[in-house]
């Protein structure tokens, strides 16, 4: 495989315009990567992360949730080199105190045109279900980590309620069940970080735009995929009237679907049907990871906040 290479492609100006001057054809100026921008930063980034994460919960949270993450991105590269699509290695986000587990992801940058619809959709599902295969095991040690208290109510100070997908209520009722009515589970490290790989497996399958989820939609079902991203815009929207956690998040969909999916080189190829029942089994696993209310806050409580925020300066 060729060496990868950056550089500046402008487009050619129009040559049917009478009033512009024929213009010389402009080549494209390529430079090849050195080894920090293939690899260094990328590493950087990624310690970055991990001593972000440590500060927020430790070790066990670095472990868990690296490894997810790690997981979810290698999946989109491992797929992306299958294809020959050339594609950056993951770049992690750490964010100190700005999220409450030290970072807000990764991502992998794709550079070069999908050849067709097959190889969009194995691209854009590799990474959730790689994620949540990973996930599994950190939540099955993360649910006999947690700890049961009685429920201090919803008022208490210091603590911060979550909501549970499917698959997490089923975990704590399988292995514990010793959460009964007036208790609650305290998460450790490891079920953080479980949780936060189930949402983000989640968030990502949601069928818009650039998200994977987007990806698979329009392989599985071309450009009428727009109307279910535009459905799930709708229902997002519906989710931010119940809960204000959802408000970034929506505004970044609706940067993500305003347009159509860009087309892949070749959209006749058939996508076959072994395809469509993976497709149907990550639409499971969205079930099984979302919850409408991933962080118990109230619009009043949101306002009230805001409040004593701007009068306290």
Same mark, same amino acid.
């Given at each position: 495989?060729?060496?990868p !290479?950056?550089?500046?492609?402008? *487009? ?13 054809? *402009?080549? *494209? %100026?390529?430079? #090849?990567?050195g +080894?920090?921008e293939?690899?260094? *930063?990328?590493?950087l ?6 001593v972000?994460? $440590?500060?927020?919960?430790g +070790? $066990? ?7 997810? !993450?790690?997981?979810?991105? /290698?999946?989109? $590269?491992?797929?992306c080199? %299958? ?19 030290g970072?807000?992801?990764?991502f992998i940058?794709?550079?070069? +045109? %999908? ?6 959709f194995?691209?854009g599902?590799?990474? +959730? ?20 208290i ?6 208490a100070?210091?603590?911060? $309620?979550?909501?549970?997908?499917l698959?997490?209520?089923? =975990?704590?009722?399988? !292995? ?7 208790? @609650?589970?305290? /998460? ?13 497996? =989640? ?17 599985l ?7 279910v991203?535009?459905? =799930? ?10 809960? #204000? ?6 505004? !970044?969909?609706?940067?993500?679907g ?5 087309? @892949?080189?070749d ?10 029942? %993976? ?12 919850? #409408? ?9 949101f306002r ?5 925020l701007?009068?306290?300066?």
């Amino acid at each position: 495989m060729s060496e990868p !290479l950056r550089g500046f492609d402008p *487009r050619p100006l129009p040559s049917d315009d009478p009033w512009l001057v024929p213009q010389p054809e *402009r080549r *494209r %100026i390529l430079v #090849p990567e050195g +080894p920090f921008e293939r690899y260094g *930063r990328h590493v950087l980034l990624f310690l970055l992360t991990a001593v972000s994460v $440590y500060t927020m919960g430790g +070790p $066990y949270l670095v472990a868990g949730l690296l490894s997810i !993450l790690f997981a979810h991105e /290698m999946g989109h $590269y491992i797929a992306c080199r %299958i294809y020959r699509v050339e594609a950056t290695l993951p770049y992690f986000l750490p964010a100190p105190f700005i999220s409450f587990v030290g970072t807000l992801g990764a991502f992998i940058r794709i550079r070069s +045109p %999908i050849p067709n619809r097959k190889a969009l959709f194995d691209i854009g599902v590799a990474g +959730p279900l790689a994620g949540f295969f990973v996930c599994l095991p950190v939540l099955v040690l993360g649910t006999l980590q947690a700890t049961v208290i009685p429920d201090p109510g919803p008022d208490a100070a210091g603590f911060l $309620y979550f909501g549970d997908p499917l698959l997490v209520q089923w =975990a704590y009722a399988w !292995l514990r069940g010793d959460a009964g009515p007036g208790n @609650t589970f305290v /998460m450790g490290p490891l079920a953080e970080a479980a949780w936060f790989g189930l949402f983000v497996t =989640a968030l990502n399958l949601m069928p818009v735009g650039q998200l994977d989820g987007g990806h698979v939609c329009h392989a599985l079902l071309g450009r009428r995929a727009i109307v279910v991203s535009r459905v =799930a815009l709708v229902g997002c929207l519906f989710l931010l009237y119940l809960r #204000p956690t959802w408000l970034v998040w929506c505004l !970044l969909l609706l940067m993500l679907g305003r347009r159509p999916h860009p087309p @892949t080189l070749d959209e006749s190829a058939p996508v076959g049907r072994a395809r469509i029942a %993976i497709g149907l089994f990550a639409a499971l696993v969205f079930v099984l990871c979302f919850t #409408p209310s991933p962080i118990i806050v109230s619009w009043a409580d949101f306002r009230q906040g805001l409040a004593e925020l701007f009068t306290s300066r």
